[in-house]
């Protein structure tokens, strides 16, 4: 794309010299020759002071104000610019959005896995949520897409509307409503506010919270797995007649984000098979399941609420034989009535044999967590589920326990 046509598109102004232009960021330190770097006011720092280091490697700049050097072209609002050229491009692809509580990024690999047979996909990367990183992976993402597939975050009210006003999803999901930021926002408000943007419908599981506001747009969700049975640490779930193995242990949680993609599928008449299904895996950090010696580690890290602690919880009860041992930090962002009655309600239904804590008090059960405590307790086929919200860095634990059990 030509930095003059780019300017055109977003209503700017070009000073310099006309250029190609082959990848686009936001933070001067991942751009490289030929980028276009948007220069974003953010809450503690300003874009605008990094454009100099953007013109030293060779890239080009979208800007409030001149700043001279290389060519770049001067806009109202950067922002705004930003999540227009991402709308623009895929104009003419049939946009899908997820939202929810929980699963949003498993059921955004789904569903753009499966679109895949069918077209060219350009999905949001990772767990890019937000309307920046949205943005981004779209102006980075394939040419021409057939199908656009993004997952909508949601850190305060609003958030989820200002994206899908721009983006106009042609069909949403909503995977659910839970606890996770609950003390930030009206989750059930926040994430059903995605039906005032979408053209066709939105899938969700006909929780009745979210039928009274998404505007007769709802479509219930189809049932497609009727039994789903663990062996060794991989999930095989049996779809009519027939089974199909998933790659690591699928919760309850995972297989209703594959019945959420499966039903995208029907809803749009585009045809699936079995071996569509095959080998399948979750995304890095949503409860991967690794045998470590002679344990099994689970990295559930991501992030935590209630609803996502149970259903790790419940995957790991379901390996019948093993001893189970939770390592948690706290949740963020939560406020729920009773919630120290729903934490000891997961507790006594999954009863684990030891559970650790690391960070401030926030569960009525368990002891500080050390690793020279973990290794006295455990046992030859012990699983450990290690999780906690982001802000304690439970990767750091994750990566304690497996140095140490490695030797």
């Known amino acids: 794309m030509k930095l003059s046509e780019i300017s055109q598109i977003i209503d700017g102004k ?15 330190r991942e751009c490289q020759k030929n980028a276009l ?25 979208v800007v409030s104000h001149e700043i001279r050097g290389a060519s770049h072209v001067i806009v109202k609002d950067v922002h705004a610019s930003l999540m227009n050229l991402a709308a623009w491009k895929v104009r003419k692809a049939f946009k899908i959005a997820i939202t929810g509580s929980n699963g949003k990024t498993t059921t955004k690999n789904l569903i753009a896995s499966l679109l895949g047979n069918h077209g060219n996909v350009c999905r949001s990367v990772g767990n890019f949520n937000t309307d920046v ?8 993402g394939p040419e021409n897409p057939k199908y656009c597939v ?15 006003k721009i983006f106009v999803p042609d069909l949403s999901v909503i995977t659910s409503v839970g606890s996770s930021h609950s003390s930030l926002m009206d989750v059930v408000r926040e994430k059903s506010s995605i039906s005032d943007y979408t053209k066709r419908f939105v899938i969700y599981d006909g929780n009745e919270l979210l039928k009274r506001r998404i505007n007769g747009k709802g479509r219930i969700f189809k049932k497609h797995v009727c039994a789903v049975e663990y062996k060794g640490l991989n999930t095989f779930a049996k779809i009519g007649k027939d089974e199909v193995k998933l790659n690591g242990v699928w919760g309850k949680g995972q297989i209703k984000d594959l019945e959420l993609a499966l039903s995208v599928m ?25 045998r470590i010696a002679d344990y099994t580690l ?13 259903n790790v919880a419940k995957a790991a009860f379901d390996l019948r034989g093993r001893g189970v041992v939770w390592i948690l930090a706290p949740m963020k962002e939560i406020k729920i009535e009773g919630l120290n009655v729903k934490l000891m309600n ?24 050390s690793i020279e405590k973990i290794t006295k307790i455990l046992k030859p086929n012990d699983i450990m589920i290690v999780k906690g919200s982001r802000a304690y860095k439970m990767e750091k634990v994750l990566e304690e326990i497996g140095e140490t059990l490695n030797g």
Request: hydrophobic share 40%.
């Open 14 to 28: 070009l000073f310099g010299d006309d250029a190609e232009i082959s990848s686009f960021c936001s933070d001067s």
């Open 37 to 61: 770097f948007f220069a974003l006011k953010g809450e503690k720092t300003d874009g605008h002071n990094f454009v100099k280091e953007v013109y030293r490697i060779g890239g080009f700049a």
């Open 133 to 140: 990183g949205i943005s981004l992976s779209i102006l980075n």
């Open 150 to 164: 993004v997952e909508i975050g949601a850190r305060f009210q609003g958030d989820v509307g200002k994206v899908a």
């Open 266 to 290: 029907d809803e749009l008449k585009l045809k699936w098979g079995l071996r569509d299904l095959k080998n399948l895996s979750l995304p890095e950090g949503r409860m991967c399941f690794k």
């Open 298 to 310: 689970v990295d559930d890290t991501y992030n935590a609420n209630l609803e996502s602690l149970e």
């Open 346 to 369: 997961i507790f006594n239904q999954f009863r684990p044999r030891d559970v650790f804590t690391v960070g401030e008090k926030f569960y009525p059960f368990g002891r500080a967590y």
